[in-house]
C-alpha cells in the first residue's frame, strides 16, 4: 500500500519521545514514573494517529471541524460551525468524540477539559449535552448523521439518578 511518509514522521516522533521517557524513568527509583511514561507515550501515539487522520480526510476533500482538548466554550463553537457547515453541504455527518461522559438522570454529557465537576449539580452547567450535536445535525436537515461516543464509563455520580456507562440513545 501507499504510506503516508508525514504519518510515519510523527509515529517515529511519538516513538522516541517514549523511549527518551522510560530511559529517563528507568533511572528513578519511583515505579509510578513507567505507568505514566507509558501513558504518555501511548497518548502521543494516538495524537499523531488523530491528527493523520483529521489530515487525510482534509486532503480527500471530507469538511473537517475538529476540536482537541477544548473547553466547553471552544466545544460549543466547533458543534455550531460543523452544524452550519453541514446545513450548507447537506452531506453526511459524523460526529466523533473520545473523552470522558458522564451520564446524569437519562442524559449524556461530553466532559471538556475545562470543566471542574465537584457534585452532580456541576454537571449540566460545564459540560455539553450530547443531545446538542444531535439538535446541530436535526437544524442542519441533512439525510444522514453519525454520532461515535468514544467515552470513558466510569460516573462519579452514579447515586445521582445515573447509571454506569451511557445512557441509551
Known sequence: ???NPLRDRRLRLADLVGEYLTYLASKTESTM??????LVARTLKLFAVLTGVI???????????????????AMENAIRAYGEQLARSKGVGLF????H?????WRNYMVPVDADLMRAAD????????????DAFKA???RMNI??????????????????GLAQM
Do not use: M
Request: charged share 20%; aromatic share 6%.
Open 1 to 3: 500500500g501507499i504510506r
Open 33 to 38: 514514573d513507567d505507568q505514566i511514561v507509558k
Open 55 to 73: 489530515l487525510a480526510a482534509q486532503n480527500l476533500g471530507f469538511n473537517v471541524v475538529s476540536q482537541l482538548d477544548g473547553g466547553k466554550t
Open 96 to 99: 466523533y468524540y473520545a473523552g
Open 101 to 105: 461522559g458522564v451520564q446524569l438522570e
Open 123 to 134: 454537571v449540566p452547567v460545564q459540560t455539553l449535552d450530547v443531545e446538542s450535536v444531535i
Open 140 to 142: 442542519a436537515g441533512n
Open 147 to 164: 454520532v461515535v461516543l468514544d467515552a470513558c464509563r466510569d460516573n462519579p455520580f452514579a447515586g445521582a439518578s445515573s447509571g454506569k
